[in-house]
T-cell receptor
Framework: AQKITQTQPGMFVQEKEAVTLDCTYD???????LFWYKQPSSGEMIFLIY??????QNATEGRYSLNFQKARKSANLVISASQLGDSAMYFC??????????????FGAGTRLAVHP | EAGVTQFPSHSVIEKGQTVTLRCDPI?????LYWYRRVMGKEIKFLLH????????ESGMPNNRFLAERTGGTYSTLKVQPAELEDSGVYFC?????????????FGSGTQLSVL
């Protein structure tokens, strides 16, 4: 069965520094996708970044980058130049492809990030 | 363009009562998903609609949960009768068509507390 593991329940970082949020996954599929979502205190889940298993380059979206190490089955999120507004819950997720081609996301337990001034 | 909206944002009910959660997806999104996060645990899939049809309801905990999406627009999730373990945050998400990098747009969730 597919599984996502986020081992850091909480992290803190100084403003303007970089931080890495860990995510490891387990799957027997050759084709899969990995996502990171951010959940601020307002509650909504915000899509941050996506990495496909066949993508040769690590995904980047502004200050977010995904350190994808396929052999180690890890997909860590790197946030550069942290801002106070980055304080939130962060979820790593993997796409599970169902019959008919439909998708279902498998989530990790999340990491709460606190950015200190 | 309006995002995914969920109502109510919070609901506090007593064990044995009925609660109905509503989700309005982004207009034109055929796929609608319900997820749930119990305190401190992973966000778990509940079910998936494609338009008005239930594509996958394998995550529904038991028959006290009933989801509908009449007309393929908004969806409701009814819990009847509610139990203590039903407490958690219920998220709704929608997307256009399924693809390898299908991006789900989530609502802000409904915080359900069963006392």
């Amino acid at each position: 069965a597919q599984k996502i593991t986020q081992t850091q329940p909480g992290m803190f970082v100084q403003e303007k520094e970089a931080v890495t949020l860990d995510c490891t996954y387990d799957t027997s599929d050759q084709s899969y996708g990995l996502f990171w979502y951010k959940q601020p205190s307002s509650g909504e889940m915000i899509f941050l970044i996506y990495q496909g298993s066949y993508d040769e380059q690590n995904a980047t979206e502004g200050r977010y980058s995904l350190n994808f190490q396929k052999a180690r089955k890890s997909a860590n999120l790197v946030i550069s130049a942290s801002q106070l507004g980055d304080s939130a819950m962060y979820f790593c997720a993997m796409r599970e492809v169902l019959s008919g081609g439909y998708n279902k996301l498998i989530f990790g337990a999340g990491t709460r990030l606190a950015v200190h001034p | 363009e309006a995002g995914v909206t969920q109502f109510p944002s919070h609901s506090v009910i007593e064990k044995g009562q009925t609660v109905t959660l509503r989700c309005d997806p982004i207009s034109g999104h055929d796929n609608l998903y319900w997820y749930r996060r119990v305190m401190g645990k992973e966000i778990k899939f509940l079910l998936h609609f494609v338009k008005e049809s239930k594509q996958d309801e394998s995550g529904m905990p038991n028959n006290r949960f009933l989801a509908e999406r009449t007309g393929g627009t908004y969806s409701t999730l009814k819990v009847q009768p509610a139990e203590l373990e039903d407490s958690g945050v219920y998220f709704c998400a929608s997307s256009t068509r399924h693809s390898t990098n299908e991006k789900l747009f989530f609502g802000s969730g409904t915080q359900l507390s069963v006392l």
